[in-house]
């Protein structure tokens, strides 16, 4: 089980810390990604993890998010500074089983899914 913490409303330009907690299985085990729906919009890859550190992000997020994993806690984390109202959306953190070191950006690759948490930037 993926549980997210974190989200909130905040101004643009403001920060926010998502985090997700897994239960019930290591996480080390798993390819971590966060994902974002805004309304209308389809589910898209915002930032990715693999089992060996690898990062991915894409590219409206880049040099604003920082995604980490904190294998020893069970969990990882999703910092996201000067936020802009088009980061607005539905966040979701998800886990996928994928040969070592490896990612995806396709939502369909991930096996278990958080419940999503809001963030909402605006003035």
């Known amino acids: 089980e993926l549980v997210e913490s974190g989200g909130g409303s905040v101004q643009p330009g403001g920060s926010l810390r998502l985090s997700c907690r897994a239960s019930?299985?290591?996480?080390?085990?798993?390819?971590v990604g966060w994902f974002r729906q805004a309304p209308g919009k389809e589910r898209e890859a915002v930032s990715l993890?693999?089992?060996?550190?690898?990062?991915e992000y894409e590219d409206s997020v880049k040099g604003r998010f920082i995604i980490s994993r904190d294998n020893a806690k069970n969990t990882a984390t999703l910092q996201m500074n000067n936020l802009k109202p088009e980061d607005t959306g539905l966040y979701y953190c998800?886990?996928?089983?994928?040969?070592?070191?490896?990612?995806?950006?396709?939502?369909?690759?991930?096996?278990?899914w958080g419940q999503g948490t809001q963030v909402t930037v605006s003035a």
């Open positions: 998800a886990a996928a089983i994928l040969p070592y070191g490896t990612l995806s950006v396709f939502a369909n690759a991930y096996d278990y």
């Open positions: 019930g299985s290591a996480l080390d085990k798993y390819a």
């Open positions: 993890i693999s089992t060996n550190g690898g990062i």
